[in-house]
């Protein structure tokens, strides 16, 4: 069996999602399994002026980076056309990243044009309909390059993948970043982290943390295979979601002390008699350090 | 003759415009497709929000964005007289996490651009895939990198005051032994050599002694006499002051002092990319930059023959890693866990602050400005060190490297000589 075709181009981007994945330790293996005809960092058969002036089989498509109709041009050329042209043809299309599919950073220097390649946000834009039954949306800001290892794989061996309204597969965005925290313990007893720097507490009440909310892999599957925002004590940004990025990023937003946004899901009476219930407990061990250096 | 030639692969793309003349590079015009507005986009946000949004300038050289914008506002804090002290250990995991993104972004160059097309361009190609060497140099210290930012490309562990992470030994360890395994790495494929021996040579290293893929590379620029092409101005400028880098300018023999307020930025006719000049004069950013205003011995010795020629701005890259390598060690072994990671656990609230925030990443010297009014963002600056070497000149001067490619034998190596600059098109058109 022939290998499907892999084509990686960006529109307004970082590189960023290009260089996470680059990171993966298993990266040539990965690619092994498909014919890698253009990417934008890598040494490929194709440059980008053959993948602008020419067709390149495309079976897999990976988009990179936000949505411009005019404006963005490659070797004096519009791209979103190519990109178009490319789309039509491809048998799937992967949405790398926060940019390519929901907009993301690059979206608020010029919201009302500036998209995502199907969606703007949670919007689904006019392509969205063309491209709707091939599309599969990666979030993350950037992409986490196992998440889009796994879904290259599943693609190869032409495993159908379950995907969620906003086509994100559920696999990797049906639990949410909190799930796998270390801070666990601390969320449930509703322990505040005292600081920044510190390795006990949650981040969840006063310092930003949107994990609890965000849906995304990040403390299951970890990132560089070894850590996350949360547990070197840094909060989640809410980076795979469609909002990103919102502001005052290190506060918690809260209504009469309680945080404003509720963990996904969970109603606030829910939470507000959970909490109660949590909170009149004082458990010494979680207000404690965890390691005493002695100095 | 006019030529155009679109520069690929290297952090996003650049068209270069070529004015031949009896067979030689005459002049060049550099351009960059689009813009994407980071400075506009920071206005109105919190001012910490500086610290989540400019990592995502650039996927190559993020975390030293992060570093640059946590330093305005610390520098703004100071200057509003609230004292910012970091802990040692704080300062030493900074500089820890920014010399293994140097040391990412410096292999990634290597072995992704500057190897294989040096091979290709005389000739001399072993269909290696050089990729797989990058990929795993760069996974491998990421982590060690990740163990304290929690993630790469766009961690924002650094804050105001210090560091998010609150590393055990258990970390250290870890660290270290990726640490170790890089080295091991290096030795055994890039330098063909000890690190000790590399090291303890100082400037009597004879550059056929480095065995490996760099000294392949070496031993093909100098039989292509790449020690004679490529030369610049010859003038070079450090604003930042940490790792073994020191800030100044050096000029023929001597190296002074420098103020960031002098320096100035430029728009540049049909470029989205502005110039940068110091009191009106050009300089070269980057490892060639920090190894001649640090006096690195080995970088000066090989520029005693070569000038600023290609082939010791190539040399002075890779060199930088070996010393970054061997330097990252230092730091983890001294680092004490039982120093704050954080010393500002709130923030002051001010009515307004404007700071500066300087640091050396991967191509030279990353200047933030940040003008905060009420808790938010009014204005804000970033000056690239790829602006520094790529501006199109002046009345007096052609940029640096338009002048580095003047003078070429062939468009391709012109580009060649681009190239050694480690070009950043997604940062110069932030």
Redesign the interface.
Known sequence: MSKLTLVWV?S?????????F????E??SILSHFELLYH????TPY???ELIESEIPCDILILEGSFKAE?????GVEILPVIESYAKRAEHIITAGTCATFGG??K???PTHITGFCFDEEERVSRYDSYASKLISLPG??IHPKWLSYVLMMLAQGISIPLDHLHRPQELYGITVHTGCTRNEYFEWKVDT??????EGCLFYENGCQAPYTRGSCNKIL????????????PC?G?TEPSF?K?????TKTNMGIPATMPLGVPRRAYLTATGIAKSFKIKRLEERV?E??? | MQIKQ?I??I???A?LDFTLSHGRVEDVTINF??Y???E??LV???L??A???TP?????C?HAHLIASVRAIEDGYQKAGVEVALSPK?KGIREFTLSCELIQNHM?WFY?TIL?QLERLVGAETGE?Y??K???L??TI??A?????????????A?P??????P?YVEVM?AQSLLDETIRFFEEVVIGMPFECYLARDKALHLQEIAGDFGRLLGLMEREGMGEVGQSHDRFIVFGEEIFFRSGKSMATTVSGVDVRYVEEAIQQGSYAKAVSYKQRLYEVGPLARAMVAKEPMVKSLHKYYKDSLLTRIFSRVHEVVRLLDYSKTLLQNLR??E???T???LPKLDSLEGVGVVEAARGSLIHRTRVVEGHITQYDIIVPTQWNLSHGNALERGIAIEAMVGSETIEKASFIFKSFDICS?CTTQ
């Open positions: 960006q307004i981007s970082c590189n960023g999602n290009a260089h996470s680059l990171n993966h330790p990266l040539f934008p960092v890598l040494d440059g980008l002026t404006g963005v041009v490659k070797v950073v690059f608020q220097y010029d800001c950037p005292k600081g920044w720097g510190l390795k990132w560089n295979d070894i850590s996350s925002k949360t547990i070197v004590g840094t940004f980076c990025p502001t005052a990023l290190f506060h390691v250096y002695e100095v | 679109l690929e692969k952090e996003g793309e068209e497709g689009f994407r507005g980071i506009e986009i109105g946000k919190h910490l929000d610290l989540v949004i995502r300038v650039c996927g190559i993020n704080a990634k992704l294989p895939n990729a797989l990058a990929s795993y760069s996974s990421t982590k990198l990740a163990l304290f930012a929690g993630q790469w490309p766009h961690s924002s562990y804050v005051g210090g560091v998010t992470c609150d055990t870890q866990l039982d704050p990671s954080a500002l656990p709130t997604v």
